[in-house]
T-cell receptor
Framework: KAGVTQTPRYLIKTRGQQVTLSCSPI?????VSWYQQTPGQGLQFLFE???????NKGNFPGRFSGRQFSNSRSEMNVSTLELGDSALYLC????????????FGPGTRLTVL | SQKIEQNSEALNIQEGKTATLTCNYT??????LQWYRQDPGRGPVFLLL?????KEKRKERLKVTFDTTLKQSLFHITASQPADSATYLC????????????FGSGTRLSIRP
């Protein structure tokens, strides 16, 4: 089975721009979660989508949004980028039960200048 | 506020010894706890899950304990090898907090030959 894929792997943007990141889960997985990882804050939960609906949300501003398509692929959008948004953005997929193993993708490294 | 602490930011031990990593939490009632391994530039990889009603879980050279009275989990790697060098993350999921997952900041483990 192919693993979780994320595109692009690297991205450089400037303040004020917006960005869209993409995540393709493992085939058959219906849950996709997004995380932000920075050296200072560690790995922080952004949101989780299950069957095209946002099931959980972390404590991030409304500039961070996401969606999930009928094929379980997910996108994450960050609008009005700030320098502090520079981070590794990881997505993880699972079958959907909360105790299921999460499989992480390689991440998208976003740099905001 | 809810807090997860992995007591050691970095741990250096001799090959062949047992590595013990600690995860403490406060103001949290986890339904279960997970341990992940993360190598530089890659997403975390799931290792073990232990539920609130379990005291211990083993998988090959790995052992996890969970003490809900002490609010602590210990992660052991026996007969450690240089290939075990990585950052190890603990993560908690609570059914009482919208089921979002919270990660610790990680412990960077180095095994010297």
């Amino acid at each position: 089975k192919a693993g979780v894929t994320q595109t692009p792997r690297y991205l450089i943007k400037t303040r004020g721009q917006q960005v869209t990141l993409s995540c393709s889960p493992i085939s058959g997985h219906r849950s996709v979660s997004w995380y932000q990882q920075t050296p200072g804050q560690g790995l922080q939960f952004l949101f989780e989508y299950f069957s095209e609906t946002q099931r959980n949300k972390g404590n991030f501003p409304g500039r961070f949004s996401g969606r999930q398509f009928s094929n379980s692929r997910s996108e994450m959008n960050v609008s009005t980028l700030e320098l502090g948004d520079s981070a590794l953005y990881l997505c993880a997929s699972s079958l959907g039960d909360r105790s299921d193993t999460q499989y992480f993708g390689p991440g998208t490294r976003l740099t905001v200048l | 506020s809810q807090k997860i602490e992995q007591n050691s930011e970095a741990l250096n031990i001799q090959e062949g010894k047992t590595a013990t990593l600690t995860c403490n939490y406060t103001n949290y009632s986890p339904a279960y706890l997970q341990w992940y391994r993360q190598d530089p530039g890659r997403g975390p990889v799931f290792l073990l899950l232990i539920r609130e009603n379990e005291k211990e879980k083993r998988k090959e050279r790995l052992k996890v304990t969970f003490d809900t009275t002490l609010k602590q989990s210990l992660f052991h790697i026996t007969a450690s090898q240089p290939a075990d060098s990585a950052t190890y993350l603990c993560a908690l999921v609570s059914y009482s907090s919208a089921s979002k997952i919270i990660f610790g900041s990680g412990t960077r483990l180095s095994i010297r030959p």
